[in-house]
């Protein structure tokens, strides 16, 4: 079963950028659709960015025109830049398969918390 690793985190002020990472242990290379999700506290895990494996991406409204996804299956490695972070974005970040491409388990994320 495919580990996944998410680091990149970090405190961050409104409007500054982070670049998120996810390593994969084996290949994602048939995981077609690799997402980005967030869990801010007290409310439920949400799909926030996917990218299939020949590029076609998707974002919510709430990152759209702010958030990239990327991925790059020779590193085994997903990737999320994000620009003009705002206080809403405070959340733990984590990747995965997208509905049945899910790997079946999580990894520990990696904390986001934009604050001045």
């Known amino acids: 079963q495919v580990q996944l690793v998410e680091s990149g985190g970090g405190l961050v002020q409104p409007g500054g950028s982070l670049r998120l990472s996810c390593a994969a242990s084996?290949?994602?290379?048939?995981?077609?659709?690799m997402g980005w999700f967030r869990q801010a506290s007290g409310k439920q895990r949400e799909l926030i960015a996917h990218?299939?494996?020949?590029?076609?991406?998707m974002y919510a409204e709430s990152v759209k025109g702010r958030f990239t996804i990327s991925r790059d299956n020779d590193k085994n490695t997903v990737y999320l830049q994000m620009n003009r972070l705002k206080p809403e974005d405070t959340a733990v970040y984590y990747c995965?398969?997208?509905?049945?491409?899910?790997?079946?388990?999580w990894g520990q994320g990696t904390q986001v918390t934009v604050s001045s």
């Open positions: 084996g290949s994602i290379f048939e995981i077609f659709v």
């Open positions: 990218i299939t494996n020949d590029g076609v991406t």
């Open positions: 995965n398969g997208v509905g049945s491409w899910s790997v079946g388990s």
